[in-house]
């Protein structure tokens, strides 16, 4: 009895294959009265339940409010209805941010996500040990402070070694965090250097749900390898990679410690993505009605992002089902 | 084999080669930034193996360097204490790993092994967290910090994070739902309270997932650099993320200490390389699992 369990646990947190955890036996009414079991239940999630309420739910309506005032930090906020929102909408600065911030997002994930699907396969086809996989995982173990740090030395135009060859080949460094035209993207293939191998782990073990007679049958019928990844692999991996899509946006939007450790949004403001705005309204300049009003803007519109993508790849069903 | 099954095979290796090459390379680069002179490195910028092979970033990084010492290896005046930045880090990462786990396995177990009115409702509601990204929160709660007079302490950037994990209860609450309920029953028909089994027998059945779980928390508290930026500005709870941007900002860039500022960095990444080399298969498999379900 106690062995079955014991295996059960082994496997659902080793194997993917395993992860829909199995029907919820039918609870009997047990033997013992069951009737104080609200109390103690109560009692159990009152923590959570604590959490939740003073350092989310409350912060939340509180920011919500806080959007519509002029709010300095030092004396109490004034309602100003709408304004801010008036200040947003003509907020030339805010627009920018928001334009850098989708092209961010546009570079790393499609990127990102290409790079960690062909690696994934790769890494699957090739059948290669946990150990290669656990190499990759190695950048989201660091923080992004500890990316940028080592990128902005490696990309340094004098000294770094990124530049070193590139000035051997070419004859001049590049700029990477000080010029206007490669400032975003050289922040996007940091955060893909450091998400690259988690979102491979991650589709990686989505491949490793796909049986293998599937692959068979496909030889049989004389389908190419590529043949194979493009009517078989991708549309039976379509769940994983939808949802690999949604949590790269999410955190690519809110992407701001590479940011605020290399650039601090220059060179005049190519990289100032939003978070970097309104950390920036915040804590530079002390408006934080203004900021909460770009934070609420900022929430609302990666709702928006995340149901329509939701709803455009059907991401809770795979093609074959 | 044929001829073009070989090539394929050769093309996919040393695809893998070149993403393992420039995932790991960093990683030797900062070590071997690290173990140079900064005057040399000026001149044999290309070297790789460390440039005037010396320890002094690494005593500088510890405060161990005397300033003679430091400015023979033009390292700067700029100090971190990296010390107590990592006893920092060690605090606050450690502590709020370890309520936020113990407080969601105690609320998964009663949302999925106990039966009480309003059960599903508060769970639903709960669960929202998970769909609000923390930038919205996290003005407001730097507010809230400041009028509860917690900026600058650990309460400060610990509690926030203490109690509530929507996706730390999410995940042990999934696991715990496929347990069986043999054993349960047997105990309850012992006599054995809710209190009794959640503690003897459900959490110690879920001892796999809960490691799991703190080891992931673990890790994304120790490089968060966000939050503690907003509630620290003081060195004595700063930790290692914002005592490193701190000191990169703080000298200026033409003669920033490169190597001693590597040092640091290693210094800084080491306990989650250690991580990855005693949990490196778990994290593997835990990362696979935590996404697909």
Same mark, same amino acid.
């Given at each position: ?34 009737? =104080? ?41 004034? !309602? ?68 940028? @740090? ?5 990309? +340094? ?29 050289? %922040? ?45 692999? @991708? ?65 609302? &519109? ?20 | ?42 001149? +044999? ?41 990592? !006893? ?52 407001? =709660?730097?507010?809230?910090?400041? +009028? ?67 080891? &992931? ?12 930026? @907003?509630?620290?500005? +003081? ?20 003669? &920033? ?12 990444? %080491? ?23």
């Amino acid at each position: 009895m106690v062995t079955t369990v014991q295996d059960s646990s082994a496997h659902v947190v080793r194997g993917p294959a395993t992860t829909a955890p199995p029907p919820t036996a039918r609870r009997r009414k047990g033997p013992a009265s069951r009737h =104080n079991d609200t109390w103690i239940a109560w009692l159990l999630v009152a923590p959570a339940i604590l959490g939740f309420g003073v350092f989310f739910a409350y912060p939340m309506l509180r920011g919500v409010y806080l959007s519509f005032t002029e709010f300095h930090i030092l004396s109490p906020p004034v !309602w100003t209805g709408l304004r801010n929102i008036q200040e947003l909408i003509n907020d030339g600065r805010f627009w920018h941010s928001l334009g850098v911030t989708a092209y961010f997002v546009v570079l790393t994930t499609i990127l990102g996500v290409g790079i960690s699907l062909l690696t994934a396969v790769v890494l699957h086809r090739l059948n290669v040990n946990t150990t290669i996989r656990g190499l990759m995982i190695l950048p989201f173990l660091i923080s992004g402070v500890v990316t940028a @740090l080592v990128w902005t030395w490696m990309l +340094d135009p004098q000294l770094g070694i990124v530049n070193q060859l590139i000035t051997w080949i070419f004859g001049e460094p590049i700029k990477f965090f000080g010029s206007d035209a490669w400032a975003v993207p050289t %922040l996007a293939a940091l955060n893909v250097w450091k998400s690259m191998g988690y979102n491979a782990v991650l589709i990686f073990a989505g491949l490793q749900t796909i049986p293998v007679s599937i692959y068979e049958a496909g030889r049989i019928d004389g389908a190419s390898e590529f043949q194979m990844f493009r009517s078989l692999t @991708l549309p039976l991996l379509r769940p994983i990679l939808v949802m690999v899509v949604i949590l790269n946006v999410i955190s690519a939007t809110q992407i701001f410690d590479i940011v605020q450790v290399s650039t601090k949004g220059g060179p005049a403001d190519a990289s100032l993505v939003l978070q970097m705005y309104i950390y920036d309204k915040a804590f530079g300049q002390f408006d934080f009605g203004y900021a909460a009003t770009m934070s609420l803007a900022l929430f609302l &519109l990666l709702v928006a992002v995340t149901f329509t993508q939701m709803r455009m790849a059907r991401a809770s069903e795979s093609d074959t089902n | 084999m044929t001829t073009s099954m070989r090539l394929g095979r050769g093309l996919a290796w040393s695809y893998i080669i070149v993403i393992l090459l420039v995932t790991i390379f960093p990683f030797y680069w900062i070590l071997r930034t690290a173990l140079s002179n900064n005057f040399a490195m000026s001149t +044999d910028p290309s070297s790789l193996l460390p440039v005037h092979f010396t320890w002094g970033p690494f005593k500088r990084a510890l405060g161990l360097a005397t300033p003679a010492e430091a400015a023979l290896e033009n390292g700067s005046g700029a100090k971190i204490d990296l010390a107590l930045a990592l !006893w920092n880090s060690i605090v606050y990462a450690g502590i709020l790993t370890l309520c936020t786990v113990v407080f969601s396995a105690l609320a998964a177990y009663a949302f999925a092994r106990l039966r009480w009115r309003g059960r599903d409702l508060v769970f639903g509601i709960l669960l929202t967290a998970l769909m609000v990204p923390s930038v919205f929160t996290l003005l407001p =709660n730097f507010v809230l910090m400041k +009028d509860l007079g917690l900026l600058n302490t650990f309460g400060g950037m610990i509690l926030p994070g203490a109690f509530f994990s929507a996706f730390n209860i999410f995940f042990l609450r999934q696991f715990m739902l496929g347990l069986s309920h043999e054993v349960e029953e047997a105990a309850i028909i012992d006599g054995a309270g809710p209190l009794r089994v959640c503690f003897r027998i459900v959490l110690p059945m879920s001892v796999a997932p809960m490691a799991t779980l703190t080891l &992931l928390q673990f890790i994304s508290t120790w490089n968060d650099y966000f939050w503690p930026l @907003l509630v620290t500005n +003081d060195e004595s709870v700063r930790p290692l993320t914002l005592a490193l941007a701190v000191f990169k900002q703080s000298s200026p860039q033409a003669s &920033l200490d490169w190597a001693g500022l590597m040092a640091a960095t290693l210094v800084a990444a %080491l306990p989650m390389l250690l991580l990855f080399v005693v949990f490196g298969r778990r994290l593997v498999n835990s990362i696979g699992f935590t996404g697909i379900k």
